[in-house]
Nanobody, 111 residues
């Protein structure tokens, strides 16, 4: 059974940084797409960043220049380095890999 385990969420003041990590295990032989979505209270889940095999990355306009996604194919992990965080980045962040979802990790940015 595929499992995605996220870590690195927490609380930070505006302007600060956090790094999220996600490790996939349980039978994923080859992961084409990994990434991060987020869902803020009262809002729909939205894509934050994705990275495909070959390191082709996509970023939502709201995070371009502030967030960086990276992956380690050998370890089936994906990371999201978040800098210059804003209160509007507050949300539950979900890792995705080939259609599988993690349980989510809370990121809270205070002003």
């Amino acid at each position: 059974q595929v499992q995605l385990v996220e870590s690195g969420g927490g609380s930070v003041q505006a302007g600060g940084s956090l790094r999220l990590s996600c490790a996939a295990s349980g039978g994923i032989a080859s992961i084409y797409l990994m990434g991060w979505y987020r869902q803020a209270p009262g809002k729909q889940r939205e894509v934050v960043a994705t990275i495909a095999t070959g390191d082709s990355a996509y970023y939502a306009d709201s995070v371009k220049g502030r967030f960086t996604i990276s992956r380690d194919n050998a370890k089936n992990t994906v990371r999201l380095q978040m800098s210059s965080l804003k209160p509007e980045d507050t949300a539950v962040y979900y890792c995705i890999a080939n259609g599988y979802w993690g349980q989510g990790t809370q990121v809270t940015v205070s002003s």
